[in-house]
């Protein structure tokens, strides 16, 4: 169906086309007004259309090769028709009068069209300066002024042409006329060549920006003056996961942390204050797409906008890893000061512990009443408990890597159980299932427990309100297929130990970074972050894996497996009699600043057959061994001494008497002077704090000259 006129005249609305101008053929004039039109207008195809009653004419064209007879092009017929301002029509598919046009359903497919027609003296229209598209857009302001000017400008042309052709005998003022044409369409192709530079320039200053504010890696926000978002850059789908779409229209402080909220409302009400001319610098936490709050710096600027309305322009960089960097760092300082001072505390506490395990092994072998070696048995275990926890303590504010050694985990998870009855909240119901048969595992103890300490206190953090914590643990063979993707493990025999809560539960769009290192979802204050990634890198090291099972709501578990010996099994270690008297007579000398321990270790020694020296530091035992040198066979020395330290005191020493023999004791495991001692040819160095028997053992070997 062809379009038709507006009113449905019948009156053809090509009548008043000059016959002259049909009559030639294509002029250069023509196509470069045309050539020019599609250029401005920047449109594929442009045309200037020409009929009268019977006849029509394409006077010039671009961008199209064939085209329709214009009758049959329903655009054409409306432009006339209305009159002589500009006729657009912006998407002809939803426009009723030309969806079913020929050229709009079929080659050349047009769907956007904009045509000014010409007029001539009289007041009538005789054909159009057109310009046409195949993707529905309009004109710019700009755009139509220029297709105008153009159409005025072909006008003149047939005017021109029309008055040459009256001047018969005037040849000579024909031509002046076409000359004056001329250089005035030259005057006019300068004129809106000048305007198109200075509009391309203007694009690509605006394209610039443009590509400017989607790359940056700043959001950026203009607020109106009731904290609502007008305007949100690209950016902010990279950087924050939202649409820009998504924020127009939302109160900023919704997507700011509550605890943010205040100092955030305080640089907003500054910077929206029409006396602000200081930019307002903050620092906040805003909420991501995915639930997780990242920390901005944000500067706000307040501005009026074309209407005179105040606003506040926010530009916001994410700083969250620079703010981790920065918390990294203050940790590893406060993990070094931790460690200055677990040191010292080490080696005092360490000092105390060991007169107590001596003493209480020298107690079990004379006390007769069952019930008093059982106490003394309960002081011993703590004793051992206290330097176990001291050891630990060391391990973990130096970074170290502990020994690894076959355990049965059995009494590691039965420590953990007590541990969490005597610490956790009692609205937390306490529940263990592991059997009595489990499989040996070679794991470092300490790390070990750092991983059931961490995955079961954030369970106790998953539930606040209380709940069921379950601490299990089976044998399982694993296939192939049960490690596929996780590359560090093997199959084969593997301890499976699992932690369940029933708390909150982990949401699904975010359980696959919960191993993240600083990956949070608690409260600032009330997590670093490195809790689960501490677990995974710690269970990765001894080539097992974990599996996390959550479903919000009703909890989670996760699953660590930990490769094993198939049938192996330990035994709880026997308590170990004291030896019977060893000794023979042999002298040795005990150096050590804490009369406590060297009162045990006098008491013990000759108990088990020794003649004992005793000195308190190193001053007073070179004055006991040039004394009493001859005699003396061994030296236990403390490594830490005032006055003189164990060192020293064994280099002088074996000037006097080379053939001495040197043993250790340190307060602090690793020490750093253990190689030194090691080149002395020092027999051993014992760590404090040792048990009777393992003195006597080393003390015996020295004596062998065994090491």
């Not at 019977?54 to 064209?61: C, D, E, M, N, V």
């Not at 005789?126 to 002024?145: H, I, K, W, Y």
């Not at 699992?498 to 993240?516: A, E, K, L, N």
Request: charged share 25%.
């Amino acid at each position: 169906m062809k379009a038709t006129p507006p009113g449905g005249s019948t009156r053809s609305p090509f009548e008043a086309a000059p016959t002259y101008i049909l009559e030639k053929l294509p002029e250069q004039e023509f196509d470069d007004l045309t050539a020019l039109a599609g250029q401005l207008c920047e449109a594929p195809i442009a045309m200037v259309f020409i009929a009268d009653e019977q006849r029509q004419w394409f006077k010039a064209r671009i961008g199209i090769e064939e085209m329709p007879n214009p009758r049959e092009i329903g655009f054409c017929a409306h432009t006339l028709a209305h009159g002589i301002d500009i006729f657009e029509v912006r998407d002809a598919r939803a426009d009723h009068r030309f969806a079913t046009d020929p050229v709009v359903t079929a080659a050349p497919f047009i769907k956007f069209y904009a045509g000014v027609p010409l007029v001539n003296s009289n007041g009538q229209a005789f054909g159009a300066l057109c310009v046409m598209d195949r993707r529905p857009r309009t004109l710019t302001a700009e755009q139509s002024n220029a297709l105008r000017v153009l159409a005025r400008s072909v006008t003149v042309q047939v005017e021109l042409r029309k008055q040459a052709r009256k001047i018969a005998a005037g040849e000579k003022k024909a031509n002046h006329l076409l000359g004056v044409a001329e250089k005035s369409r030259r005057a006019l192709l300068g004129v809106l060549e000048d305007e198109q530079f200075s509009t391309q320039k203007l694009r690509t200053s605006e394209e610039r920006f443009r590509r400017l504010i989607e790359n940056s890696s700043d959001v950026i926000l203009v607020i109106d003056e009731n904290a609502q978002i007008s305007y949100s850059s690209p950016s902010t789908l990279r950087i924050l996961g939202y649409e820009p779409e998504q924020l127009i229209g939302r109160d900023i402080f919704d997507i700011i942390h509550a605890d943010d909220r205040a100092k955030a409302k305080d640089s907003f009400l500054q910077a929206s204050s029409s006396t602000a001319e200081v930019p307002q610098v903050t620092e906040c936490r805003i909420r991501h797409r995915d639930e997780t709050w990242r920390i901005f710096q944000s500067v706000g600027k307040g501005m009026l906008d074309a209407g005179g309305v105040r606003r506040v322009v926010l530009n916001s960089r994410d700083v969250t890893e620079s703010r981790q960097m920065e918390e990294r760092f203050l940790r590893a300082q406060r993990m070094e000061a931790i460690g200055t001072l677990a040191s010292g505390v080490a080696h005092d506490l360490n000092n105390i512990l060991t007169p107590m395990l001596m003493v209480a092994g020298l107690l079990k072998e004379s006390l007769g009443d069952a019930r008093d070696r059982e106490m003394l048995v309960m002081v011993e275990k703590s004793a051992q408990r206290g330097a176990s926890i001291i050891s630990q303590l060391l391990t973990f504010s130096r970074g170290v890597e502990g020994t690894r050694a076959s355990v049965q985990p059995k009494y590691l998870l039965k420590e953990m159980m007590n541990l969490m009855q005597e610490t956790f909240p009692r609205n937390i119901e306490l529940l263990s299932d592991v059997p009595g048969d489990l499989w040996t595992v070679v794991v470092d103890s300490t790390q070990f427990h750092q991983v059931l300490l961490n995955l079961c206190v954030n369970a106790r953090d998953a539930m606040p309100d209380g709940g069921k914590l379950t601490l299990s643990a089976r044998n399982v063979l694993l296939g192939e297929k049960d490690i596929q993707g996780h590359e560090e493990a093997t199959p084969g025999p593997h301890l499976l130990v699992m932690v369940g809560d029933t708390g909150h539960g982990i949401p699904p769009s975010i359980i696959s970074r919960i191993f993240d290192p600083f990956f949070t979802t608690k409260e600032l204050g009330k997590g670093t972050g490195l809790g689960l990634s501490t677990v995974i890198g710690i269970v990765k090291s001894h080539k097992g894996f974990i599996n996390v099972y959550s479903e919000p709501g009703k909890g989670t578990v996760f699953r660590i497996y930990f490769p094993a010996s198939d049938g192996a099994t330990l035994a709880e270690p026997a308590a170990t009699p004291l030896p019977k008297a060893q000794g023979k007579g042999e002298t040795i000398l005990i150096v050590d600043d804490e009369p406590h321990i060297l009162g045990a270790l006098r008491e013990l020694l000759e108990k088990s057959g020794y003649r004992v020296l005793t000195a308190q530091n190193g001053e007073e035992a070179i004055r006991i061994f040039i004394e009493h040198g001859t005699e003396v066979q061994v030296v236990v020395t403390d490594v830490m001494m005032p006055v003189m330290g164990g060192l020293a005191l064994i280099n002088t020493l074996r000037v006097i008497k080379p053939g001495v023999k040197f043993i250790a004791t340190t307060g602090l495991e690793r020490e750093e002077k253990t190689a030194e001692f090691a080149a002395l040819g020092v027999s051993a160095v014992l760590a404090k704090p040792f048990s009777p028997i393992a003195f006597l053992q080393v003390l015996a070997r020295a004596l062998n000259n065994e090491r």
